[in-house]
């Protein structure tokens, strides 16, 4: 049993935080799918708490607890429909854990625990060396042809790079604490995320009226159609569960499966370059 417990921090994306991590219990707001805690590895945390995003296709809104265990670090998720996605304060205050690993459970976390309650139990995890083996090219260019299209699993690598392109992300649709500017980073033409099973409060697709503002025709997929975390399946499985003014405005709707949304956005970028 470690000598001293660990630190707790609360984050909205395993994105926003550094090396204050390290060592620490980090409750956050991101999904539980690989690549969230692939990050959370990296950062060197002792034990994480992530949201299950609807769980969804494949289980890929949890698949990043288990693969947590294999790093030997313990991990839980809480249910999308007791805590916003996004958010980690809300996590802690009213999240439920749905979903535990074998070391979490070894530390008296379980489901139907309360997050607070989870991650002070958490707090006992000891420390440990072992490093993530690297996981594949988390960005790919699907279209070079402009406007071009890039799959981002994350949407925090959204960067000046993709301005007036495609971004097609693995990333939930909600906004980050609820604050609008966290919607993107950068003015993409247009951007596809994952709803994570929209969950309490519609949390899950919070980013569309935020982009909706900025011109940016903005789209969800359904978490049991295309794994989080994964912005190949969102592109090449999703299927849209809701859609932002200005998409509608092309065309889209829910219902239309992400490839055909990338066709309207780029038919319609083509018909605005032959008027101009």
């Given amino acids: 049993m470690p000598s001293e417990r660990r630190l707790v921090l609360t984050a909205d994306s395993i994105t926003r935080v550094g090396a204050e991590a390290n060592g620490a219990v980090v409750v956050n707001g991101s999904h539980g799918g690989l690549y969230a805690a692939y990050l ?10 992530f949201n299950d995003a609807g769980i969804g296709r494949d289980r890929a809104g949890i698949a990043g607890v288990d693969y947590l265990a294999e790093l030997g670090v313990p991990a839980a998720a809480v249910g999308n429909m007791t805590a916003r996605i996004g958010d980690g304060a809300d996590m802690m205050a009213r999240g439920i854990v749905t979903y535990v690993n074998l070391l979490a459970a070894a530390l008296g976390c379980q489901e139907g625990t309360s997050c607070r309650d989870a991650s002070h139990a958490l707090a006992q995890a000891a420390a440990r060396e ?14 070079a042809e ?35 500017e966290t919607a993107l980073k950068y003015d993409a033409l247009a951007a ?10 519609e949390a899950g697709v919070t980013r569309l009226p935020a982009l ?6 903005s789209a969800t997929v359904a978490a049991a159609s295309a794994r989080i975390g994964d912005a190949r399946s969102t592109y090449e499985d999703g299927i849209l569960s809701r859609v932002n003014s200005c998409a509608a405005a092309l065309g889209a709707a829910p219902g ?8 309207i956005v780029r038919r319609a970028a083509a018909e605005r370059e032959k008027q101009a």
């Fill in 146 to 180: 402009p406007p071009a299209v890039w799959a981002l699993d994350s949407a925090a690598a959204v960067g000046p790079e993709h301005v007036g392109m495609i971004v097609i992300t693995g990333s939930h649709g909600g906004l980050l604490g609820g604050r609008p």
């Fill in 192 to 201: 596809l995320f994952n709803d994570a099973g929209i969950g309490i409060d």
């Fill in 40 to 49: 959370a590895a990296k950062l060197g945390v002792a034990a994480a708490i």
């Fill in 212 to 217: 909706d503002a900025r011109n940016i025709a």
């Fill in 256 to 263: 239309t499966s992400a490839r055909e949304f990338v066709a």
């Fill in 130 to 143: 072992l490093a993530p083996p690297p996981l594949r090219e988390s960005d790919t260019l699907l279209m």
